[in-house]
């Protein structure tokens, strides 16, 4: 996506986002890309309809800061919650190091106890990344993010596709447990499945509609990257930037969307709808 160089942020004046500036370009960018370029289009919008620079961002499950970093470097404020201390511990290792420890704060806590930890309504965006697929009660975790943006604000919601495993045991020749998810209704493809529980795009657009939110954007992720050879992208010359771009131009295409890795859904508040 973009160039990981960057001039240095003043302390006093927050880093203005550009299009496609984190993260770097990588294997890792495969499975972010997509996410970050909707999410910093979401927070220049926010930016230029509250007037303020800095936003307030909460990013639940947000672990070890992979988003909550580059955010921070754009110049918001992010609080990450999580429920383990290593994590937080490595974000805020990570935060020191990219020098915004200042505008990075970790809490330790969960979706369920979230406003045990956090101000409710505090919020301008809190992303739910990779949290869904954990929680007893995925409605319930979705209330509880939901209840923690402003008036005005903006959910990025990021869950594991259902269509993506099942493609993905097809393809590796495992048939039975590529049935097992279709039919399951978690979604699993078996008791070592790692994953607790996976989504279909309506699911996803169901919850976030239940909880209060408008629908802004649905985008299919990691459409290609877990399918394509690793050999491939890392020796052909042009390879990693051919697949982002083709990453890309499937996202927002609905028929993609039932065989994508991850799901991500933009739900914006109906105050953020008006200004």
């Known amino acids: 996506m973009s160039d990981p160089m960057r001039p240095p942020v003043s302390p006093h004046r927050p880093q203005t986002a550009s299009p496609r500036s984190e993260p770097s370009r990588s294997r890792a960018a495969l499975r972010t890309a997509v996410v ?3 999410l910093q289009d979401a927070l220049d919008r926010r930016v230029k309809a509250t007037g303020r620079q800095a936003l307030d961002v909460l990013d639940t499950g947000g672990g070890s800061g992979n988003f909550a970093v ?3 470097r754009l110049g918001h404020r992010v609080t990450v919650v ?15 190091e990219a020098d915004v420890a200042d505008r990075v704060r970790g809490v330790q806590g969960d979706a369920h106890g979230l406003f045990d930890v956090v101000e409710r309504g505090g919020y301008d965006v809190v992303l739910c990344h990779g949290v869904l697929e954990y929680v007893d009660d995925p409605a319930e975790g979705i209330r509880n993010v939901v209840a923690a943006l402003r008036a005005e604000g903006v959910l990025s919601l990021l869950a594991a596709g259902l269509g993506g495993a099942v493609l993905a045991r097809a393809l590796a020749g495992h048939f039975t447990e590529a049935r097992q998810a279709l039919g399951d209704p978690d979604g699993r493809w078996g008791t070592g499945d790692p994953v607790p529980r996976r989504f279909t795009a309506e699911q996803l657009t169901g919850l976030v509609e239940a909880a209060g939110l408008r629908i802004g954007a649905v985008h299919g992720v990691r ?53």
């Open 82 to 96: 999580d429920p383990s201390p290593n994590a937080l511990f490595a974000l805020e290792r990570r935060a020191a």
């Open 70 to 72: 580059p955010v921070a």
């Open 223 to 275: 459409v290609f990257a877990d399918l394509v050879p690793g050999v491939l992208v890392d020796t052909e010359p042009g390879a990693m930037e051919a697949l982002l771009k083709l990453e890309a131009a499937a996202a927002e295409l609905a028929a993609f969307h039932s065989v994508a890795t991850q799901l991500h859904v933009l739900g914006e508040t109906r105050g953020a709808q008006e200004t």
């Open 36 to 38: 970050w370029d909707v």
